[in-house]
């Protein structure tokens, strides 16, 4: 009697929806018991074929467990928002010690010896919250279901321990007082890595989602890309630092800046020379001195040219 006042609420909803029209409406149902559990979405989600997901039973799957889930999926999104809203305000209180012009103090604690800072309190709590979710999860995968330990060590997990470390990281940093010198590079890769875990947060809304994964899916096809030319760039840095007299990290900058972005210098990017400015003190005036070049010079303008068209033109735009 239940199901029958169910399906008599059902079709005389859509009956009132569709007055006066005729429309084809298709009902299946799945009758098997037991069927939205954990390991049926488990093996949903380590499935090697995206094909499964086309098929009406996985939708409806899919769909019966976001009805149960989707209040704890809008606190977590809540939630992360929250965190990224605190660690912006958090990097707009960081103190580097910065006096006048380039006089920097390091060794000053980042943010001052008075009370911590509110957005501080607020981080703190989700910390907790997302710390308490990766055990869990760690239980799940390890205690109540042994056999899915080989599903437990992915990419995500490892980048969300990695992330919760470093917070907790930060955090007793910041109780005992630390120096920008020490803060600030922890706090860079704890913002980087938030805007990232934010973003991928949206996956799960139906306006969002869809046009975000084709996105994110595209950089998996730029890796063949990216691997040739990190061997092309390799060759040209590699030559080039053969031939100059300056250090690798100006001589890679170099080309990163001639082959990326189409940026530089000839004097100062090719040939690794720049003018200097002498005091003349019988005119009372300041000369410029063209720098000197390699005997090699020659070969440093033969690498310009290749990697100009390599990288810059071939690599940049035709591929």
């Known amino acids: 009697a239940g199901r029958r006042r169910l399906w008599s609420v059902c079709l005389g909803s859509l009956g009132r929806r569709f007055r006066g029209r005729d429309e084809p409406v298709q009902l299946a149902r799945v009758a098997i018991p037991g069927v939205v559990s954990a390991d049926v979405l488990h093996a949903l989600a380590t499935s090697p074929r995206e094909q499964v997901f086309q098929t009406k039973a996985a939708k409806a799957i899919v769909l019966a467990a976001w009805d149960k889930v989707k209040v704890w999926y809008y606190l977590d999104l809540f939630l992360e928002?929250?965190?990224?809203?605190?660690?912006?305000?958090?990097?707009?209180?960081?103190?580097?010690?910065?006096g006048f012009v380039m006089d920097v103090d390091e060794s000053k604690p980042a943010f001052g010896v008075g009370p911590m800072p509110i957005s501080m309190?607020?981080?703190?709590?989700?910390?907790?919250?997302?710390?308490?979710?990766?055990?869990?999860?760690?239980?799940?995968?390890?205690?109540?279901?042994?056999?899915w330990r080989d599903n437990f060590f992915t990419s995500g997990n490892i980048v969300d321990a990695v992330r919760n470390v470093s917070l907790g990281a930060f955090f007793a940093l910041i109780s005992q007082h630390a120096s920008a010198e020490v803060l600030a590079p922890v706090l860079a890769f704890i913002s980087f890595n938030r805007w990232w875990k934010t973003l991928y947060a949206f996956r799960a809304l139906d306006y969002f989602g869809e046009r975000l994964l084709p996105i994110l899916g595209a950089f998996r096809e730029v890796l063949p890309f990216t691997l040739v030319l990190v061997f092309y760039a390799g060759a040209f840095a590699n030559a080039f630092y053969a031939l100059?007299?300056?250090?690798?990290?100006?001589?890679?900058?170099?080309?990163?800046?001639?082959?990326?972005l189409g940026d530089f210098t000839l004097e100062g990017d090719v040939f690794g020379t720049s003018d200097r400015q002498k005091f003349d003190t019988e005119n009372d005036e300041f000369r410029t001195i063209p720098g000197m070049r390699l005997s090699w010079w020659w070969m440093q303008l033969a690498l310009?040219?290749?990697?100009?068209?390599?990288?810059?033109?071939?690599?940049?735009?035709?591929?």
């Open 304 to 319: 310009f040219f290749g990697t100009s068209f390599l990288l810059t033109v071939a690599m940049m735009n035709i591929f």
């Open 121 to 147: 309190w607020v981080l703190l709590p989700i910390w907790v919250y997302n710390l308490l979710e990766e055990l869990t999860e760690f239980k799940v995968f390890f205690l109540d279901r042994p056999e």
């Open 244 to 260: 100059s007299h300056q250090g690798f990290d100006r001589v890679f900058v170099s080309v990163y800046r001639l082959g990326v």
């Open 81 to 98: 928002i929250t965190a990224l809203a605190s660690i912006c305000h958090l990097t707009t209180l960081l103190d580097h010690g910065a």
